[in-house]
């Protein structure tokens, strides 16, 4: 369970099924039973299409372990992270059908939403964020990474991680795709990325990257990829990027653009570190909630 999250467990009947609830139902029939919660973790161990150092399949459950020093108080927004209605539906474990995954994924996804919550995914590798994506529709995404992943298929695989953004671009909602930090890709990707859905802002000019004009009014996912951050700080991911961003420069983007995402996700953290990257990606996580929280708590207008 992440620290300070509740603890939620799917109820189920005696097939295995999920419970008849009163009230209202979804498109699939089933109600909302997450009164007061305004976020859920969810878990995405997948770990399938890693291309250097495997171990994302770990990523759940070190950001998990690694954010249990926090402390609950945040003294910059005055909240305890307690008290702000998350809970933690626990993992949705992967398996090697990729394409299954994702849509068994995106309906878990697509419930936290119906509920009228934010979907807060641990990683797990990049391609995760699909799932994501879809179930929350947002028309701009934006991501901190240190690759464009936008092949239209690596080796072969239309579903690795390295094509994430390009399959997001696919996604109906989708209207653009903002890439923060980017710093390596292919000629085949660049040339995709001078599109006018695509906007990459190199790690040089994330510092003073703010979401301006073109995000008002507009629905948002946020997808932070740990490797994003210079391998000095997150050495724990499938595939390391020398002259990357600061922590900090990471956690300004996180706090520009909660008010603004309807989902968040943390993804491509493994387990080849000391704990570092999990670190970071709980702390971000925390970040995320916090900002959001406080946003949502200002009287309108202000």
């Known amino acids: 369970m992440f620290p300070g999250a509740s603890d939620e467990r799917e109820r189920s009947d005696a097939n295995g ?14 109600e909302s039973d997450r009164g007061g919660v305004n976020f859920v973790v969810v878990g995405a161990p997948l770990d399938v299409s890693t291309t250097f150092q495997p171990g994302t399949r770990f990523g759940p459950r070190r950001i998990r372990t690694f954010a249990e020093p926090f402390d609950d108080y945040d003294r910059r927004t005055d909240q305890h992270f307690s008290q702000l209605g998350v809970t933690d539906h626990g993992d949705v474990r ?8 994702l849509e068994y994924l ?11 919550a934010v979907p807060l995914m641990l990683g797990g590798e990049h391609t995760v964020s699909l799932a994501g994506v879809r179930a929350v529709s947002p028309e701009v995404v934006v991501c901190l990474d240190a690759h464009l992943d ?16 390009r399959r997001i671009l696919e996604v109906e909602s989708v209207e653009e795709v903002i890439l923060l ?14 599109a006018e859905d695509v906007t990459v802002v190199p790690p ?44 900090r420069e990471m956690r300004d983007v996180v706090r520009a653009l909660a008010p603004h995402a309807g989902g968040f996700d943390v993804v491509e953290v493994n387990d080849r570190d000391d704990g570092q990257a999990a670190s970071l ?3 971000l996580l925390r970040e995320f909630v916090f900002s959001h929280a406080d946003a949502a708590s200002e009287p309108a207008g202000e």
């Open 17 to 30: 099924q999920t419970a008849a609830r009163d009230g209202e139902t979804d498109a699939r029939g089933r």
């Open 94 to 101: 992967a398996w090697d059908d990729v394409e299954a995954y």
């Open 106 to 116: 995106e309906g878990t996804l697509r419930d936290v939403v119906w509920d009228d």
């Open 150 to 165: 936008l092949y239209d298929a690596y080796d072969g695989n239309e579903h690795s991680h390295a094509a994430v953004m």
């Open 181 to 194: 930090g980017v710093r390596t890709g292919s000629e085949e990707e660049w040339g995709r990325a001078a």
């Open 204 to 247: 040089v000019d994330v510092a003073d990257w703010e979401p301006g004009a073109e995000l008002e009014n507009r629905d948002v996912y946020l997808s932070v990829d740990i490797d994003a951050a210079d391998p000095a700080y997150a050495p724990g991911t499938g595939t390391t990027e020398p002259f990357g961003l600061e922590p």
């Open 281 to 283: 990606a709980g702390k």
